[in-house]
């Protein structure tokens, strides 16, 4: 397995002499987190270890139950006024059976880790530990410990009770273990990072009818089949294949298997849309009611689209992103960092974050040469040897931000 130690990684500093000497304590913090999961807004136990951290670090404030269960920290510099900088963490779990056997394994049936959570949370603890006790920077960092990311917008509902004017952010990050990009790669694109995220839902009306005279009536599962299929045509046949864009759907629901005989009214079809620029995001909203209504029509029947966006696209901010990297390439060498990753698909609620504040989004590799446990596998759990380079990219870009004397 690929090994990054502590020295190489943050060269001869006080920074790799303090984080190598809280690396036993933070993996102990973290598979403490592991241990005891909770699920979106709900994270009560977990929002409570976090303070009693941050305490125990001395910030100078800790901020409690923003948007429910989240978490402000704010240290100021020693070297008067500056920029706010926020570095983020996400307090939830997952509804999920673990699979794992080691010791550290969810306690709790139905709710795991499985995303990495647990371990972004002690690399922020890890940094906010370091920077409470070299405060050589001008104005303030803000750890954000932000709940529900797994489906729950938290970022949105921080934002939505005021984070941005409470705490006056200039700029914030986040960092994602990759368990897709080698071991500890830095992976920082000047642009889209991952895509916005919406829910479409289709309702395909019929006039139902017996199975047996089906001329009788109007076969709305016959209708939502051609819809389905006429759907899939959107992306292929509209959009530029230079533009990303997937549309999948996700469940079907229809009739009643006690009845077989018997042709359905109603067909309700929900599925997920993905684009990165917003004008995609618009065609496709438009094509999806017009391809819908028009197919269900052929048939003699009705369809009618629902589109619900949920998350934007997750863009990094080109300047941030290129502090990313030359952060990166001091800690651990132009070799292991990139700015051209395909962007994934996947959708992240720190989007939300981005678009009000200029920020970058960060993947930190995970791949150790072998088949990985992929995020939200019922067998995945966090490296613990990622804590203390997540820790230190932290630090170093809230020091960047802040123009800190370093030793």
Known sequence: MASLPTNDICAASRLADHLSGRQASLTDLRRALHACPELGYKEVQTASTIAEQLRAIGVDEIHQGIAGTGIVGVLRGEEGDGPVVGLRAELDALAMEEANEFSWRSKRPGVMHACGHDGHMAALVGAMDYLAKHRQFSGKICAIFQPAEEGGAGAKAMIDEGLLERFALSSVYSIHNAPWVPFGEVVANAGPMMAAADRLEILVEGAGGHGGIPHKGTDAILAAAAVIQSVQSIVSRNIDPLDA??????????????????????????????????????????????????????????????????????????EKAQIVLGVAESLFGSQRTHTDLPPSTAGEDFAFMLQAVPGAYIWLGQGNGEQPESLHSPRYDFDDRLIVPAAALFVRLAEKELEARRA
Not at 253 to 263: C, D
Not at 284 to 289: A, F, R
Not at 294 to 307: D, E, M, Q, R, W
């Open 245 to 318: 864009a997937v549309i999948s759907f996700g469940g079907i629901s229809a009739g009643s298997m006690e009845q077989y005989n018997v042709l359905p009214g109603c067909v309700r079809i929900i599925g997920t849309v993905r684009t990165f620029r917003p004008e995609i995001q618009d065609l496709i909203e438009d094509l999806l009611h017009r391809t819908a209504a028009n197919t269900a029509s052929a048939f003699g029947a009705k369809a009618s689209v629902k589109f619900t966006r949920r998350y934007p696209a997750t863009v990094n901010a080109r």
